[in-house]
C-alpha cells in the first residue's frame, strides 16, 4: 500500500477541517457557511479559478496541472449538506447545532476533496485539468442536479466524473465498486382512495377506504414478487398510511404513501406502470376510486463500464488487490451524483468508514483514519484521468 508520504502529512490538518465542518452542520442548499470555507481555501491553495454559486451553493475549482490550461479535464465531486438528525455522540466535535448532524460523512468527503485539491495545486504532477465539485443539497434537494443545469459540465468541458461516498462495515479506506447501477433510483408514490364514509356500524351504506387502502398495500406487493424479472431489485414500501378521524366512522378517504427503488430504467418505468393500475384497479374492484401521483427522484447512479474499470486499476495500485472490491452489491439508497453521470462517464465509489454506526444514524461517526485513503483516491484518479 503505497500513500504518498505528503499526503500522509495533511492528515492532522485535514481532520481539524473535518471536526470544524462536524460541529457546524447545514441543511441542502443552505450550505453558506460550508461553500464560503471551501471557496476560501480553495483560493488559500493557490486554485486557478474558483466560482461560488454554481447551483445555488456549490463552488468549483480549478486547478491546471504542470502544462498550463487545456488538456483533459476531470471532474472530482464531493457534497456539503448534512441531515436534520439530533446527534447521539458524546465526541468532543460534536454538533453544536440542535437538530442538526453531519450523519452521512459528508463533512469528511468535502474535507478529502480539499485535501486532494491542496496537495494537487501544490504539485501539478499531472496533465490536464482537475475540476474540484463542491455540491450542495445531496440529501433531497437534488443540489447535484442544480450544478449540472447552471451548465457546469460545458463550461468547464468537463469529461469523465468521479465520486466517493463513505460506507460503514466496510474495511476502513478499502474501495468498492461496480460496473453498471451501484445505488438505486429513488421514487415517491400518493395513492388518494375515494370512499364513502359511513357509520362504522352501518359499514354497507359506506365504501370503506380502509380496507381498501389495505388490499393496495397487499397488492402493490405484487410488482416485486411476480411482474419484476427475479433477477432484477425493485422495492415497493408503502410507509405513511392515514385515514380516518374516531373509532365508530368510516371515512371517505385514505392516503397512501411511499417509495419505489430500482436499479434500471426499464424496471422503473414498469414499477410506475404497475403501481398506477393495481391501485386503481383495486380501488376500482371495491367501487372506490385511486388517484396516484407518482414523483421521480434521483435516478439510478450508473457507473460508466470504462470509467469503472480505471477506477479499480487505480484503486489497486495505490492500495494493493485486497483493499479493493469491484463487484460490490449495489445499494437502493438514493444519490444524485447519478446526475452528473448521466450527463458523463464516470464512477461512483464506496471507501470503507469501518465498524461504525450506519449513515443517517444519530450515532454516527466519520471515520478520521480513512481521510488520506480518500485523498490519495481523488489525487490518484485526477492524475491517471488527466492523462489519458
Ligand atoms: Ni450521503
Given at each position: 500500500?503505497?500513500?504518498d508520504p505528503?499526503?500522509?502529512?495533511?492528515?492532522d490538518?485535514?481532520t481539524?477541517?473535518r471536526?470544524?465542518?462536524?460541529e457546524?452542520p447545514?441543511l441542502?442548499y443552505?450550505v453558506?457557511?460550508?461553500?464560503?470555507?471551501v471557496?476560501?481555501?480553495?483560493?488559500?491553495?493557490?486554485?486557478?479559478?474558483?466560482?461560488e454559486?454554481i447551483?445555488?451553493t456549490?463552488?468549483?475549482g480549478v486547478?491546471?496541472?504542470?502544462?498550463?490550461?487545456?488538456?483533459?479535464?476531470?471532474?472530482l465531486?464531493?457534497?456539503?449538506?448534512?441531515?436534520?438528525?439530533?446527534?447521539?455522540t458524546?465526541l468532543?466535535h460534536?454538533?453544536?447545532?440542535p437538530?442538526?448532524?453531519?450523519?452521512?460523512?459528508h463533512?469528511?468527503?468535502?474535507?478529502?476533496?480539499?485535501?486532494?485539491?491542496k496537495?494537487?495545486?501544490?504539485?501539478?504532477e499531472?496533465?490536464g485539468?482537475?475540476?474540484?465539485?463542491?455540491?450542495p443539497?445531496e440529501e433531497?434537494?437534488?443540489g447535484g442536479?442544480a450544478?449540472?443545469?447552471?451548465g457546469?459540465?460545458?463550461?468547464?468541458?468537463?469529461?469523465?466524473v468521479y465520486?466517493?461516498?463513505?460506507m460503514?462495515g466496510m474495511k476502513?479506506g478499502?474501495?468498492?465498486?461496480?460496473r453498471?447501477?451501484?445505488?438505486a433510483?429513488?421514487?415517491?408514490?400518493?395513492?388518494?382512495i375515494?370512499?364513502?364514509?359511513?357509520?362504522?356500524?352501518?359499514p354497507?351504506?359506506g365504501i370503506?377506504?380502509?380496507?381498501?387502502?389495505s388490499?393496495?398495500?397487499?397488492?402493490?406487493?405484487?410488482?416485486?414478487?411476480?411482474n419484476?424479472?427475479?433477477?432484477?431489485?425493485?422495492?415497493?414500501s408503502t410507509?405513511?398510511?392515514?385515514?380516518?378521524?374516531?373509532?365508530?366512522?368510516?371515512p371517505?378517504?385514505?392516503?397512501?404513501t411511499?417509495?419505489v427503488?430500482?436499479?434500471?430504467p426499464?424496471?422503473?418505468?414498469m414499477?410506475?406502470?404497475r403501481?398506477?393500475?393495481?391501485?386503481?384497479?383495486t380501488?376500482k374492484?371495491?367501487g372506490?376510486?385511486?388517484r396516484?401521483?407518482?414523483?421521480?427522484?434521483?435516478p439510478?447512479t450508473i457507473?460508466?463500464e470504462?470509467s469503472?474499470?480505471?477506477a479499480?486499476?487505480?484503486?489497486?495500485?495505490?492500495?494493493?488487490e485486497?483493499?479493493?472490491?469491484d463487484?460490490v452489491a449495489?445499494m437502493m439508497g438514493g444519490?444524485?451524483f447519478?446526475?452528473?453521470l448521466?450527463?458523463r462517464?464516470?464512477?461512483?465509489?464506496?471507501i470503507?468508514?469501518?465498524?461504525?454506526?450506519?449513515?443517517h444514524h444519530?450515532?454516527y461517526d466519520?471515520?478520521?483514519?480513512?481521510?488520506?485513503?480518500?485523498?490519495?483516491?481523488?489525487t490518484g484518479?485526477?492524475?491517471?484521468r488527466?492523462?489519458?
Open positions: 500500500m503505497t500513500i505528503r499526503i500522509l502529512s495533511l492528515k490538518e485535514v481539524a477541517w471536526r470544524d465542518f462536524h457546524n447545514e441542502l443552505d453558506h457557511r460550508t461553500a464560503r470555507i471557496a476560501e481555501r480553495l483560493r488559500a491553495f493557490g486554485c486557478d479559478e474558483v466560482v454559486g447551483g445555488k456549490g463552488v468549483i486547478i491546471h496541472g504542470r502544462k498550463g490550461a487545456g488538456g483533459k479535464v476531470v471532474g465531486r464531493a457534497d456539503m449538506d448534512a441531515l436534520p438528525i439530533e446527534e447521539e458524546n468532543p460534536r454538533s453544536k447545532t437538530g442538526k448532524m453531519h450523519a452521512c460523512g463533512d469528511g468527503h468535502t474535507s478529502m476533496l480539499l485535501g486532494a485539491a496537495h494537487l495545486a501544490a504539485t501539478r499531472f496533465d485539468t482537475v475540476i474540484l465539485i463542491f455540491q443539497a433531497g434537494g437534488a442536479r450544478m449540472v443545469e447552471d457546469m459540465m460545458d463550461r468547464w468541458n468537463i469529461a469523465e465520486g466517493m461516498h463513505n460503514p476502513p478499502s474501495i468498492s465498486i461496480r453498471g447501477p451501484i445505488m433510483a429513488a421514487d415517491e408514490f400518493t395513492i388518494e375515494e370512499g364513502v364514509g359511513a357509520h362504522a356500524a352501518a354497507h351504506l370503506d377506504p380502509i380496507l381498501i387502502g388490499h393496495v398495500v397487499c397488492a402493490l406487493q405484487s410488482i416485486a414478487s411476480r419484476a424479472d427475479p433477477l432484477k431489485s425493485v422495492v415497493v410507509t405513511m398510511f392515514h385515514a380516518g378521524t374516531a373509532f365508530n366512522i368510516i371517505s378517504r385514505a392516503t397512501l411511499g417509495t427503488r430500482t436499479l434500471d426499464a424496471m422503473r418505468d414499477a410506475e406502470t403501481l398506477r393500475t393495481v391501485a386503481e384497479g380501488a374492484m371495491f372506490a376510486s385511486a396516484v401521483t407518482y414523483t421521480r427522484g434521483y439510478a457507473n460508466d470504462a469503472t474499470d480505471h479499480v486499476n487505480i484503486a489497486r495500485s495505490l492500495f494493493g485486497a483493499m479493493v472490491d463487484n449495489p444519490e444524485d447519478s446526475f452528473m448521466q450527463e462517464p464516470g464512477a461512483y465509489a464506496f470503507g468508514n469501518g465498524d461504525t454506526a450506519g449513515l444519530p450515532a466519520f471515520n478520521d483514519e480513512i481521510l488520506p485513503y480518500g485523498i490519495q483516491f481523488f484518479i485526477a492524475k491517471a488527466t492523462a489519458a
